[in-house]
């Protein structure tokens, strides 16, 4: 699978896994503290500590390194990035879908860095 690939859990859904390559890219799942959106049902761990659906991480406290691969619904992923955007210490991996008001709002006046992959 090329390291640029992202893939649905479930066709359909708002549930991502994020691509192995990518994760051990950037340090492997104990480089993390914290995957606030894990999916139910995972085959490997982003983070040490995860919260799920069942545990709403974005009402839980996050703490550390945050490992973010959030859902994409337009009417969930402005709050996940505004979450992220004010704890400031994580990675994301969303769509470059630059031109949109989440991108605008959260990545480009909040972020320290952005790497495009291709792919």
């Given at each position: 699978?090329?390291?640029?690939?992202?893939?649905?859990?479930?066709?359909?859904?708002?549930?991502?896994?994020?691509?192995?390559?990518?994760?051990?890219?950037?340090?492997?799942?104990?480089?993390?503290?914290?995957?606030?959106?894990?999916?139910?049902?995972?085959?490997?761990?982003?983070?040490?500590?995860?919260?799920?659906?069942?545990?709403?991480?974005?009402?839980?406290?996050?703490?550390?390194?945050?490992?973010?691969?959030?859902?994409?619904?337009?009417?969930?992923?402005?709050?996940?990035?505004?979450?992220?955007?004010?704890?400031a210490h994580g990675i994301a991996l969303i769509f470059a879908r630059t031109e949109t008001?989440?991108?605008?709002?959260?990545?480009?006046?909040?972020?320290?860095?952005?790497?495009?992959?291709?792919?």
């Amino acid at each position: 699978m090329p390291i640029g690939s992202h893939q649905s859990a479930a066709a359909g859904t708002d549930v991502w896994l994020t691509p192995p390559e990518i994760l051990a890219a950037l340090g492997g799942a104990g480089s993390f503290d914290l995957d606030p959106c894990a999916p139910l049902d995972r085959p490997w761990d982003m983070a040490r500590q995860h919260y799920t659906i069942a545990d709403n991480g974005l009402a839980r406290p996050w703490h550390g390194r945050v490992w973010l691969n959030p859902p994409y619904s337009n009417n969930v992923i402005g709050r996940w990035m505004g979450r992220m955007a004010d704890h400031a210490h994580g990675i994301a991996l969303i769509f470059a879908r630059t031109e949109t008001q989440v991108f605008h709002e959260f990545v480009w006046r909040a972020a320290d860095a952005l790497l495009f992959m291709e792919g």
